[in-house]
């Protein structure tokens, strides 16, 4: 199991086609990284046993990269089936860049800048700095993004417990839950339902056959301009409710959909 010490701010940079990449984040200045065959097939073991593992410092952080072989270049041999586990252990804050075909991402902890690309491979982290996904059929569960949160679906489910910057959700068909959303919220999908618990900043959705239910954070004022063509649009929402405690409108909430419902309410409690 290669170990590296990485004093200051770490990243790790992982290339996996297929398989799990699990991370566990702690509290000591070091990354260790151990690769296994998901599988016991000749392609598994001899993908695990040729997998580069490399240390060095770029842009003042100290980056671990970990390249899985691929089908393309000497490494085609190795044929489509080989799955292998890549576990690594790194500091907390640590930034993380998962390139991939089907491979999911696990992690545990408090982590930096997270980017994963993936076709299929599910995403589930806890806490981020700032998450980025990009995903054909994935789902995407996180927990607090203390930054900007973007993730383009097709057919994956998107649950993200709260977002302190600017969300930007893009699907098909896959469902969108937002918890917290203190900055604005941007959800575009054709065919999902999209939830937001507890907004605090401006919303816009557009959606095609999706429901739409926002939740307004207490005291705050409201605009609404809500548009469906077959569905209907229903609001707890008192007239007069919109001014908020500070006297003027504060947000603006902006929904389309062609034949989804659209509802709004005042968010009674906070959300997960």
């Known amino acids: 199991m290669p170990v590296f010490d990485t004093p ?65 270049g ?38 930096g800048e997270v980017g994963a690309r993936t076709a299929a491979g599910d995403v589930a982290v806890g806490d981020t700095r700032l998450l980025s996904v990009t995903t054909a059929s994935g789902d995407v569960l996180a927990g607090a993004v203390d930054g900007a949160l973007t993730v383009k679906t097709a057919s994956g489910d998107v649950d993200v417990a709260s977002v302190a910057g600017r969300a930007s959700v893009t699907t098909v068909s896959g469902d969108v839950r937002l918890g917290a959303t203190a900055n604005a919220a941007s959800v575009g999908t054709v065919s ?7 907004a605090a900043g401006g919303v816009r959705v557009n959606s095609v ?16 301009d809500a548009q469906s063509v077959s569905g209907t649009i229903d609001s707890d929402l008192e007239v007069g409710d919109g001014q908020g405690t500070t006297g003027e409108p504060e947000l603006e909430l902006r929904a389309r959909t062609v034949s989804g419902d659209v509802r709004f309410s005042r968010a009674v409690a906070s959300p997960r």
Request: charged content about 30%; glycine content about 10%; some cysteine.
């Open 74 to 111: 000497r490494f085609l041999s190795f044929g489509r089936g080989s799955e292998l586990v890549v576990t690594v252990r790194c500091p907390e804050g640590t930034d993380l860049e998962l390139e991939s075909h089907s491979a999911d991402l696990v992690a545990r902890g408090s982590l």
């Open 192 to 198: 999902g339902d999209v939830e937001l618990e507890l």
């Open 8 to 72: 200051g701010r770490a990243a790790v940079r992982v290339e996996l086609p297929a398989g799990v990449l699990k991370v566990e984040t702690r509290d000591e200045p070091r990354v260790e990284v151990d690769v296994a065959p998901l599988r016991g097939d000749d392609a598994s073991r001899a993908a695990a046993a040729e997998t580069r593992i490399e240390a060095s410092e770029r842009g003042g952080r100290h980056v671990v990269t970990v390249e899985a072989p691929t089908r393309e």
């Open 209 to 224: 056959s999706g429901d739409v239910t926002v939740a307004v954070r207490s005291g705050l004022g409201f605009w609404i």
